[in-house]
Each structure stands twice: as C-alpha cells, then as structure tokens.
C-alpha cells in the first residue's frame, strides 16, 4: 500500500536496515475474494476506484491489500483478513496521533515516507525508504518504537542460526526486532509459493513459538479448538516452546463476530483467556483501574491453571509511561505483583 512517497528530512537515529525482499504476494481480482472480503472492500472505497488487491496466504488464512483512488482522485489502502475484519488502513502524517508524529520526525532522516498504517490493534506501522533501502518500524500511539525491521547481518549469530535452521526451502521476508522485550525478541516472517508463516526466536537463539495450522496441532487441542470456536473462523495459532513445555495461542472469532482469545495445553485443556474488563469481577476491576491508572490496558487475561498465591489470577498486560506495564490481580482484589 502507498499514498505516494513523501520527502521527509530529520534525523535518523533508531530505524536500523531490514532485510531486503519482496513479499510473496500474488494480485487477484475482487471476485476472486470471499464474498465477505468483497463487502469489505466495496464498503470502504464506496465511490473510489479499485486499483489493485494483492493477496498474501498464512497458515491459518489469508489478507488482502488493497489500493484503491478515492473520488477525489487521492491514493489510499488498507488491508483486510479472509473475515472481512479491515485489519489496517493506511493514514497521511497528519492523521496519526501526535505523539506518532513526533517520533517519525525524530527518528528519520533525509529519508521518504513511504506510508504510514493505523493497526487495528492501536499500533502504527511506518515504512521509509532511506539510502534507496526499505526499513520500517513499528511505534505505539503514545510514541514509543515497538520494533524496528533489521537485517540478518545485524541479529546475533545464535539467532541466525535458528533462523537458516527453520528456514529450509523458504525465504526470509522481513525479520523486527521487538524493542519493548529484554532481552529482545526477533519476529522472522518467512514466504513459499505465496503462502507465509512467522517465527519468533530468543535473542540466545531459542525457539519462542512459531505460527500453525489447525490441522497440524494434536488431536485435543483441534477438538479443543472446534469445541472452543464453533462455527466462528480461526484467525492464527501459535505454537509456543516454553521451558515447561508446549502450549497454543489461538486468535479467532466467533460466528457472531466476537473476537476469542484463548490458550491451549497439548491436552487441550484450556490454560487461559482473554476478558474485557466488564467480565472482570468487581473487586479486581477496581485494582486493575487503579493500579494503571493513566496508563491503558492492552489485554486482560484469565489464567485458569497454575494458582499465583493460592487464586486463578487475571494478567495485564498494559502501557504506562512509555513502557510495558504488566501485572497480576487476584479476582477479589489483592494485587499480586508486577509481571518479569
């Protein structure tokens, strides 16, 4: 997606150098779309004029990124899952809040925008072009650079290999950097024959998790699944190898439209999920307020195995201050400590 590149001179201090590579991403027609895909699109651009759907194909689903002119005759994109859900959509400048604003001009240097998109998560994902090389970078609403798209000379060696270990017959697209983690975490996005899949390793090289089908996950944790999301869609799954063992993130929705965040076990017993705050009991909704305060709540997850201090506590995980904020409630109230 682009709305044009935009001559932008500042100062370049933390945007390193991604990988090079194209996405492996093939254009289709609109009736080529889902039906619900094809709403979608029709809806946002009502009177433009489509110019072009590139679709890209992960383990669990596709997206589709479309540009598109508007009536006025103003370039414009955005991107949408295989539900219809518009997962991003591109903004100018001036539209991002100004906090974003102040970091792009900060942070690039004698380099052109390229495009600025708004995630549906609230993050915003920024695309230059400096010295003829594509970096972006990912920056949350309050300013804050998340990750930053680097090079596989610049990662460490030990992550370097894990990297030419899981990518066999693969190519690397784009490998970030996450900077809000210590020690830091690498997401690797990796394309084959138009499909993709993403891994993320340990800055020692581990193995932290890697995306996954739903018909390759054992037996229980796919009637888990099924049971779990009905006729709804599964959005990803997540294999995680964490040191006591295995487990599965799952995003998906419901066949109403609910949005289902939840954690699986090998067993597929159900280890935890994500709430609103309305569905928080009273007494830890009123700790959790506090306890943020002018911070904002990312998520709010209900552990549901694995007692901290005798209770099934709730987990946040927040912003304050420009950093991580994340902590446990137990469900009457007790504050039960900052998260590592």
């Known amino acids: 997606m682009r709305i044009g590149r935009i001559a932008w001179l500042c100062l370049v201090s933390g945007v390193v150098a991604c990988a090079s590579g194209a996405e492996d991403s093939k254009p289709i027609a609109l009736a080529q ?3 619900v895909v094809q709403q979608a699109i029709t809806t ?18 596709a997206t589709y990124d479309v540009d598109y002119l508007s009536k006025s005759g ?7 899952t295989d539900t219809g859900a518009v997962d991003s959509v591109e903004i100018t400048i001036e539209d991002a809040p100004a906090a974003v604003q102040k970091t792009v001009r900060s ?3 004698g380099c052109e ?7 549906a998560d609230g993050t915003f994902d920024i695309d230059i072009l400096r010295a003829g090389v594509d970096q972006s970078f990912t920056v949350a609403d309050d300013g804050t650079i998340l990750s930053v798209s680097v090079a596989m000379a610049d990662v460490p060696s030990t992550v370097q290999a894990t990297i030419q270990s899981q990518a066999a017959g693969w190519q690397v697209s784009e490998i970030d950097k996450n900077m809000d983690e210590f020690p830091a975490t690498y997401d690797v996005d990796l394309v084959k024959d138009g499909q993709e899949k993403s891994i993320t390793i340990g800055s020692d090289g581990t193995l932290a998790s890697a995306d996954t089908s ?4 054992p037996a229980p944790v796919q009637a888990a699944i099924n049971s779990l999301v009905g006729t709804g869609h599964v959005i990803s799954i997540d294999q995680n190898y964490d040191p006591d063992g295995v487990s599965f993130d799952i ?8 949005n289902l965040s939840f954690s699986l076990g090998p067993d597929g017993a159900e280890q935890s999920e994500r709430v609103n705050l309305k569905q928080v009991p009273l007494p830890a909704r009123a700790t959790i307020t506090q306890t943020i305060g002018n911070g904002r709540i990312l998520r709010v997850d209900h552990i549901l195995v694995g007692k901290e201090d005798k209770v ?17 409630v137990g469900p009457k109230g007790r504050f039960l400590g900052m998260d590592p």
């Open 33 to 35: 779309t889902p039906q």
């Open 44 to 61: 946002r651009i009502g009177d433009g004029a489509l110019e072009e759907i590139d679709q890209t194909v992960g383990t669990t689903g």
């Open 74 to 80: 103003t370039e414009g994109g955005f991107t949408v």
């Open 107 to 109: 942070d690039c240097a």
């Open 113 to 119: 925008l390229n495009s600025i998109d708004r995630n």
């Open 214 to 217: 739903l018909a390759a996950v």
């Open 251 to 258: 995003e998906a929705r419901s066949a109403i439209g609910a």
């Open 312 to 328: 099934l506590p709730y987990s946040v995980e927040g912003r304050k201050d420009g950093k991580s904020f994340d902590f446990s």
